[in-house]
């Protein structure tokens, strides 16, 4: 019994060192997005980011081997907070412009995690990732194919419209306009990036096109 307490004790010690540790971790990845969403990742140092969670960089390199391993942290977190959301949205039961409309309100929380910097620093600084990012944004786009073909069934997307040419349109207008060179080019930003294209598709694609302004 004596020693079933003791492994007991210490294993309990161990869950709670762990449990330290990934918070310690979240709180840095949080701590280094707010200064990521200022600044960009070009311009914000460890040691920056160290000195803001009061915290050496010993511990700081401890939780990531890097600033490149931080900033991928700091995606995937941003990544996790958009994409399940707007996969859920796109593949769920119900009326396609409800689905739609669903997606809608989930990309309009972009804005809000990444800043035009940011994309621009991901897209030079680290080409890997943002390549990654665009895997992710066209396997998503690839949901909009199926979504189309059964507006076309339900009469609720306009006849002549076919569903991967749509599809192929889409992807290139996003290819072409939500790029950091073209948003900072051309002096907009990612909401009305975000909000125009959105619009132009819904009211393109649809017979009675949703509300997307008046809608909650």
């Not at 840095?28 to 969670?53: N, P, Q, W, Y």
């Not at 593949?91 to 689905?99: K, M």
Request: with cysteine; net charge positive.
């Amino acid at each position: 019994m004596h020693n079933g307490n003791h492994c007991g004790f210490f294993s309990f010690l161990r869950g709670y060192n762990m449990s330290r540790k990934s918070a310690l971790k979240e709180m840095i990845i949080t701590k280094a997005l707010d200064k990521f969403r200022l600044h960009g990742f070009r311009r914000v140092s460890m040691s920056e980011i160290a000195r803001d969670m009061r915290i050496s960089k010993k511990t700081l390199y401890k939780h990531f081997s890097g600033k490149e391993a931080l900033v991928s942290a700091c995606i995937n977190r941003n990544i996790q907070s958009i994409i399940p959301q707007v996969t859920s949205a796109l593949t769920s039961d119900g009326p396609v412009s409800e689905r739609l409309y669903a997606t809608w309100k989930a990309l309009l929380q972009v804005p809000d995690l990444v800043s035009e910097e940011m994309m621009e620093d991901v897209r030079t600084e680290y080409p890997h990732l943002w390549e990654t990012i665009q895997e992710k944004k066209d396997a998503v786009l690839g949901h909009f194919e199926k979504i189309i073909a059964d507006g076309i069934r339900t009469g609720e997307v306009r006849k002549g419209i076919q569903p991967k040419v749509a599809v192929r349109t889409i992807m290139a207008v996003s290819n072409a306009i939500l790029t950091p060179q073209t948003i900072l080019n051309e002096n907009f930003s990612i909401a009305e990036t975000v909000t125009t294209v959105g619009t132009m598709i819904m009211n393109g694609i649809f017979n009675n096109p949703p509300d997307m302004n008046g809608r909650e």
